[in-house]
């Protein structure tokens, strides 16, 4: 079957679903090819925390109405070093906050809405392949589930939304492509209780046996992390392992972590990565397909959401004045925001971690970092500047 589309959209995490609506909004067509099952996308456990960019645009799209329900509306972040506590109030230092709402949330209601809206969102496609991207036709072919026919997408532009191990990335051509690589010698073993909320905002806690982090997901379930090593085995780790080191690694006076039955667990490893240019002719990479950042600084989703504004924005341009200028410089504009993220993940990532054999001056130094977050107004709104909003892009050039 053969099919003609203005933008074939390759992946529908963030990325892909965000493109997909911000194209609508200006009545540019597109189909999304997703690998997997609506079921499955929408229960994938990740991350949580939605910039203040994020949430205004998610608004202003219409998007917001359960995140504004349900999500959680943070002023700030706690630093904990060793049962030491200091708030970085984001309101007071940089006057925006950070709404806590878990990705397959964002997910769920950005597939429902498309789909109210006509779609197209395929799942459960298999043989995703690209062709001719550095011409003017470039094309998508796979297979459709329940068909064993070939289905074909003519269209303008590709979208690569298909994350780190999705085929968009290697149809830019080696010799022409740079990747950068970061990998940390540990992971987060993260956790999904049942229990209610321990803490109003975040804690990011520095401790000498390791960090760890207490987030939240709603009133009844809480998300929590612990450092581990990055080949830890997820089954060394007993539900009562687990409680005894979060309870020591966030112990404060005054404060105690509320526990409660684990009902998920699992360990991902800790990765920086940025690819080198994002766009290759007709291409275009967005979010986890061209950058990683380890979760520390809380900037993926955001990033996704980023990168598919300054694209929707070229893509606009291009149909409705024939300007090629603003998809041109796609690659430079997103990686200028891209090295600023990797920057603030990596410095959160090194600030807040304890390192295998880390030297004791080492150990100190990370010690005086975080003193200075907490002595210094400036570090302390450096600090809150980034986590909040990272986003270039004004909210009204993509409306
Ligand atoms: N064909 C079709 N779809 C694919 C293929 C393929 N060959 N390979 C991967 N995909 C899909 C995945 O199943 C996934 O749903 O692409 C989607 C990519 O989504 P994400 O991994 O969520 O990436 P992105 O949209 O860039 O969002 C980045 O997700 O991983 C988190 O921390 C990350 O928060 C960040 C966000
Ligand atoms: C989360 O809630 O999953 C979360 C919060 C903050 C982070 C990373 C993950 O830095």
Same mark, same amino acid.
């Given at each position: 079957?053969? +099919?003609?589309?203005?933008?074939?959209?390759?992946?529908?995490?963030? *990325?892909?679903?965000?493109?997909?609506?911000?194209?609508?909004?200006?009545?540019?067509?597109?189909?999304?090819?997703?690998?997997?099952?609506?079921?499955?996308?929408?229960?994938?456990?990740?991350?949580? %925390?939605?910039?203040?960019?994020?949430?205004?645009?998610?608004?202003?799209?219409?998007?917001?109405?359960?995140?504004?329900?349900?999500?959680?509306?943070?002023?700030?972040?706690?630093?904990?070093?060793?049962?030491?506590?200091?708030?970085?109030?984001?309101?007071?230092?940089?006057?925006?906050?950070?709404?806590?709402?878990?990705?397959?949330?964002?997910?769920?209601? !950005? %597939?429902?809405?498309?789909?109210?809206?006509?779609?197209?969102? !395929?799942?459960?496609?298999?043989?995703?392949?690209?062709?001719?991207?550095?011409?003017?036709?470039?094309?998508?072919?796979?297979?459709?589930?329940?068909?064993?026919?070939?289905?074909?997408?003519?269209?303008?532009?590709?979208?690569?939304?298909?994350?780190?191990?999705?085929?968009?990335?290697?149809?830019?051509?080696?010799?022409?492509?740079?990747?950068?690589?970061?990998?940390?010698?540990?992971?987060?073993?993260?956790?999904?209780?049942?229990?209610?909320?321990?803490?109003?905002?975040?804690?990011?806690?520095?401790?000498?046996?390791?960090? *760890? !982090?207490?987030?939240?997901?709603?009133?009844?379930?809480?998300?929590?992390?612990?450092? +581990?090593?990055?080949?830890?085995?997820?089954?060394? =780790?007993?539900?009562?392992?687990?409680?005894?080191?979060?309870?020591?690694?966030?112990?404060?006076?005054? =404060?105690?972590?509320?526990?409660?039955?684990?009902?998920?667990?699992?360990?991902?490893?800790?990765?920086?990565?940025?690819?080198?240019?994002?766009?290759?002719?007709?291409?275009?990479? *967005?979010?986890?397909?061209?950058?990683? +950042?380890?979760?520390?600084?809380?900037?993926?989703?955001?990033?996704?959401?980023?990168? +598919?504004?300054?694209?929707?924005?070229?893509?606009?341009?291009?149909?409705?004045?024939?300007?090629?200028?603003?998809?041109?410089?796609?690659?430079?504009?997103?990686?200028?925001? %891209? =090295?600023?993220?990797?920057?603030?993940?990596?410095?959160?990532?090194?600030?807040?971690?304890?390192?295998?054999?880390?030297?004791?001056?080492?150990?100190?130094?990370? !010690?005086?970092?975080?003193?200075?977050?907490?002595?210094?107004?400036?570090?302390?709104?450096?600090?809150?500047?980034?986590?909040?909003?990272?986003?270039?892009?004004?909210?009204?050039?993509?409306?």
């Amino acid at each position: 079957m053969r +099919v003609r589309t203005q933008v074939a959209i390759i992946g529908a995490g963030p *990325a892909g679903l965000m493109l997909s609506h911000l194209l609508h909004r200006h009545g540019i067509e597109s189909v999304v090819l997703e690998c997997r099952s609506r079921e499955e996308i929408e229960g994938t456990i990740r991350a949580g %925390v939605l910039e203040f960019g994020t949430t205004r645009l998610m608004t202003a799209l219409d998007l917001g109405a359960r995140m504004e329900r349900e999500g959680h509306v943070h002023d700030g972040i706690e630093l904990r070093v060793n049962g030491r506590r200091f708030k970085v109030d984001f309101q007071e230092l940089v006057g925006k906050t950070i709404t806590v709402y878990a990705q397959h949330e964002v997910i769920k209601d !950005l %597939v429902a809405a498309r789909m109210a809206q006509g779609g197209p969102i !395929l799942f459960e496609v298999a043989d995703v392949a690209l062709h001719d991207v550095d011409s003017h036709h470039p094309r998508v072919t796979c297979r459709v589930a329940g068909s064993d026919e070939v289905y074909e997408l003519e269209c303008d532009f590709i979208a690569g939304c298909d994350g780190y191990h999705g085929p968009s990335r290697q149809h830019i051509p080696a010799s022409a492509r740079n990747e950068y690589h970061k990998v940390y010698p540990y992971g987060w073993l993260g956790i999904l209780a049942e229990a209610p909320p321990s803490s109003p905002i975040l804690i990011y806690s520095h401790h000498a046996g390791g960090f *760890a !982090l207490v987030s939240t997901r709603s009133p009844e379930i809480q998300r929590l992390y612990l450092q +581990v090593d990055r080949d830890e085995d997820i089954r060394n =780790w007993s539900d009562d392992r687990i409680w005894t080191e979060l309870h020591r690694r966030t112990a404060a006076d005054g =404060w105690r972590l509320i526990d409660g039955p684990i009902i998920q667990k699992s360990i991902v490893g800790m990765r920086s990565f940025v690819c080198d240019p994002m766009q290759y002719g007709r291409l275009f990479l *967005a979010g986890d397909a061209a950058h990683i +950042v380890p979760p520390t600084g809380a900037k993926g989703l955001n990033l996704a959401v980023g990168d +598919v504004q300054v694209l929707a924005r070229g893509i606009v341009a291009y149909y409705r004045e024939g300007r090629t200028d603003l998809l041109a410089s796609y690659s430079a504009t997103c990686l200028d925001r %891209v =090295w600023r993220a990797e920057r603030f993940s990596w410095y959160m990532t090194m600030m807040l971690h304890r390192h295998p054999n880390q030297a004791e001056f080492d150990y100190r130094i990370q !010690l005086a970092e975080l003193a200075h977050v907490m002595h210094s107004r400036h570090a302390a709104a450096a600090l809150a500047e980034c986590y909040t909003d990272l986003s270039t892009e004004p909210l009204e050039s993509v409306l």
